[in-house]
């Protein structure tokens, strides 16, 4: 069944509804785009399911959810001309888990691509940063307090990485970020079974 | 069938033989202790077949690798008492990959476990430093000149991360790797399927 088909019904990241960044559905999972990717085409792919660990999913959504991380992967990696990936999965808050629904980073990587911000693997200095998270930033859009408790013990830690310039990464508009997933969807939609 | 029978063929994380730091083996996944684990119970999953990528695994690899991922991961949360769990996979040379044979790194996180050395996401910069992998220890501890070609450029980035202290991790000899594994692998034996 095609995304488009799927996405009659709102699509949950943990309290937030991003079902208009969502390029790529299967019955138990979802991938999405993010609001600022550390790098281009970095995304998120996680159970439809909001549930909080690894250790919760079903046999079945543990490999559904790897399975669309490998297809995804692929994709990001040919469509952003990408060499290498990044697939970092904070399972629980003190692991530095944000948003309380399992997600997979995805980030492609290029040879030397944050050579200038401080080599190959600023890459998790930046994940974990105050801006890593698509769920936080849509949090401080809606101008909510995340007040998750399970959370907070992590953003201490977070805070410590301050030598991390995130200003340069900016929001981008949700029509960006739609823009940005129609053409992943399309993709996607494109790839046989495999 | 249990991991001590399928363990009478030799075992190879790239190209080593790891045979005896195995503590679960599936018809297709293997879980291994790790020579310098980050923090206690840090371990690695792999497919036993020798593959550099995410992308060249089959489907039923990568549902494999990925049960094993969350079964190994819930008992080592278990067994060393932690809250959390980092999961995380260097797929390629560019995002830090330095044994060509795809590995995901379990590591079970507890509250402020590296408050001493950093906070709660200093656990990558220490995964992606020198010493974080147990195949390039080995490496060196085989005396032998590493020279894979493709692992030079992320050796390039990591040295770029002198900050952390890697040298209080002492690397662990071959028989406290093994009393290890055998203690995982009698708790693996324990557990039902799931």
Redesign the interface.
């Known amino acids: 069944m095609s995304t488009a088909i799927l996405k009659a019904a709102p699509i949950h990241f943990g309290p937030f509804i991003v079902t208009t960044q969502v390029f790529h559905l299967t019955p138990q999972t979802y991938a999405l785009v993010n609001l600022k990717p550390i790098l281009p085409g970095h995304v998120l792919v996680s159970p439809r399911r909001v549930v909080p660990r690894?250790?919760d999913?079903t046999?079945t959504e543990?490999?559904d959810?790897?399975?669309t991380?490998?297809r995804v992967?692929?994709l990001v990696?040919r469509v952003y001309g990408?060499?290498?990936?990044?697939?970092?999965?904070?399972?629980?808050?003190?692991?530095?888990?944000s948003v309380p629904h399992v997600h997979a980073h995805v980030?492609p990587?290029?040879?030397?691509?944050l050579e200038s911000r401080?080599?190959?693997?600023v890459?998790?200095?930046i994940?974990?940063s105050e801006e890593g998270d698509l769920g936080r930033i849509l949090s401080e859009r809606e101008g909510e307090e995340q007040g998750q408790g399970q959370g907070q013990?992590?953003n201490?830690?977070?805070r410590?990485?301050p030598k991390v310039d995130n200003e340069e990464r900016r929001a981008r508009s949700l029509e960006e970020m739609e823009a940005e997933a129609s053409m992943l969807m399309r993709e996607m939609e494109k790839l046989g079974d495999?």
Chains 1, 2 share one sequence.
Do not use: H, K, P
């Open positions: 690894v250790s999913l046999a543990t490999a959810l790897f399975l991380v490998r992967a692929r990696e990408a060499s290498s990936l990044n697939i970092a999965i904070q399972d629980g808050a003190d692991a530095g888990q980030i990587r290029r040879a030397a691509d401080g080599g190959v693997d890459v998790y200095e994940l974990e013990g992590a201490g830690g977070r410590r990485f495999d």
